[in-house]
C-alpha cells in the first residue's frame, strides 16, 4: 500500500512566522501535490511537482513557496505566515502514469494566531 | 472551464442505499475517482472508473457513467455508520492534474 506521511497532524503558529510543512512518500512516485482544504471551498492545489527540483504552481501559490530536493520529500513553506493561512493542508502524491489516482497523507491542520 | 459539481449533503437512513451524484465538463477526461474523507483524515481512494467503462462494482460499491450526461455516481449499498464521511468525485484534467468537486456530506440517519 502506497504510504504518505506528512510530519504533523496539527500544527499551531503566529503570524509572520516561516512555517515548514514536510511530506514524505514511500512509493518513488515521480508526482507530488499539496492542497489546502477549506469549507465550502473544496480542495485547492498550491503547488506540484514533478520530479526532484521540478515544481510547477497551482491555482493558489500566493504566499507560499516548496521544495522538493529529495524524491520521496515534498515540502510546502509558508515564507511568513498569516491568519488567512490557516487551514486543513494534504499532500499527495502518484506515479508517472496518467491514470494513476493520487494518493493522500491524513493532513495537517495548522492554525495562525 | 473544468468543473466538477455534486450537492453538498445527503442524510440517508441505515440500511438502504445511498446514491451520490456528480457531473463533469471535461468531455475529453479518461479517468474519474470516487475519494472518502472521513473526519480529521486525509482523501482515501474508494474506487475509479475508467471512461470507456459504464460500470464497476466492488463490494457494497457501484459506480455508474453516463458519458453522453457527463454523470457519474456513487452507490453505496446497505449504508452503515462507519459511511458517514465526505464523498469526492473527481476527474483528470487536460494537464494532467485531478479536478475535485466540493464534496458531499453523507450523513446516516438511525
Known amino acids: 500500500d502506497v504510504k504518505v506521511t506528512q510530519s504533523s497532524r496539527y500544527l499551531v503558529k503566529r503570524t509572520g512566522e516561516k512555517v515548514f510543512l514536510e511530506c514524505v512518500q514511500d512509493m518513488d512516485h515521480e508526482n507530488m501535490f499539496w492542497y489546502r482544504q477549506d469549507p465550502g471551498l473544496g480542495l485547492r492545489l498550491i503547488y506540484f511537482?514533478?520530479?526532484?527540483?521540478?515544481?510547477e504552481k497551482g491555482d493558489i501559490p500566493e504566499g507560499y513557496s516548496v521544495s522538493r530536493e529529495k524524491k520521496e520529500r515534498f515540502s510546502l513553506i509558508l515564507e511568513s505566515a498569516s491568519t488567512n493561512q490557516t487551514s486543513m493542508y494534504l499532500c499527495a502524491s502518484r506515479g508517472h502514469q496518467r491514470h494513476q489516482p493520487q494518493h493522500f497523507g491524513d493532513g495537517t491542520r495548522l492554525s495562525i494566531l | 472551464g473544468e468543473d466538477v459539481e455534486q450537492s453538498l449533503f445527503l442524510s440517508v437512513r441505515e440500511g438502504d442505499s445511498s446514491v451520490i451524484n456528480c457531473t463533469y465538463t471535461?468531455?475529453?477526461?479518461?479517468?474519474l475517482y470516487w475519494y472518502k474523507q472521513e473526519p480529521g483524515a486525509g482523501l482515501q481512494l474508494l474506487t475509479y472508473i475508467f471512461s470507456n467503462m459504464d460500470m464497476k462494482q466492488d463490494q457494497r460499491l457501484t459506480v455508474l457513467l453516463n458519458k453522453k450526461d457527463k454523470h457519474l455516481s456513487l452507490r453505496i449499498a446497505d449504508t452503515q455508520t462507519g459511511d458517514s464521511a465526505i464523498y469526492f468525485c473527481?476527474?483528470?484534467?487536460?494537464?494532467?492534474?485531478?479536478?475535485f468537486g466540493k464534496g458531499t456530506r453523507l450523513h446516516i440517519l438511525p
Open positions: 471535461d468531455s475529453s477526461s479518461t479517468y
Open positions: 473527481a476527474e483528470t484534467s487536460r494537464d494532467d492534474k485531478i479536478i
Open positions: 511537482s514533478y520530479d526532484v527540483k521540478m515544481k
